[in-house]
């Protein structure tokens, strides 16, 4: 007759019970609590994230509006010029005067040079349209001599 074999127990080779009967403390539910709670944080956070980033866009927005606004106001108070009508405006003429027709420089310098001695520099910017392209000139120089009169108008495209 074979010999006898013990029953085998129920229990597993990691033992669910700890050695003077009680049940092992499981932390499974904690850390799924964990992960649930790392996962509302991420969510959240990128969910603020969104909102600021779109908060930015709106107020970029806003500002390039009232920057193409400013422009737009800037440009009415600066009209164009066509070069004829500019080089009449402001040939030979006194500086008060060439104000009165053109309007305020966007630059004054005021220079010496050794042979004329002291004089005045405007510089208006995109105000005189150059005829051959229909495009502003990006900037028509005023030179001034010692006695405030117009003695040259320089035009860079």
Request: hydrophobic share 45%; charged share 25%; net charge neutral.
């Amino acid at each position: 007759m074979p010999p006898k074999v013990p029953a085998m127990s129920l229990q597993d080779d990691f033992d669910d019970q700890c050695s003077d009967g009680r049940r092992r403390r499981s932390y499974r539910p904690l850390i799924l609590l964990l992960v649930i709670a790392i996962g509302l944080f991420l969510v959240g956070a990128a969910g603020t994230v969104a909102v600021f980033a779109m908060r930015s866009q709106a107020v970029t927005a806003a500002r390039d509006e009232e920057l193409r606004a400013a422009k737009q106001a800037a440009a009415a108070a600066r009209p164009l010029h066509s070069l004829d009508e500019f080089e009449k405006a402001v040939r030979g003429q006194h500086a008060e005067v060439v104000l009165a027709t053109v309007g305020r420089p966007d630059k004054e310098t005021a220079w010496a040079d050794a042979k004329e001695g002291p004089s005045l520099r405007w510089v208006y910017r995109e105000r005189v349209v150059n005829p051959a392209t229909g495009n502003p000139y990006t900037s028509a120089t005023i030179l001034f001599d010692q006695d405030g009169i117009v003695t040259r108008v320089e035009y860079t495209e």
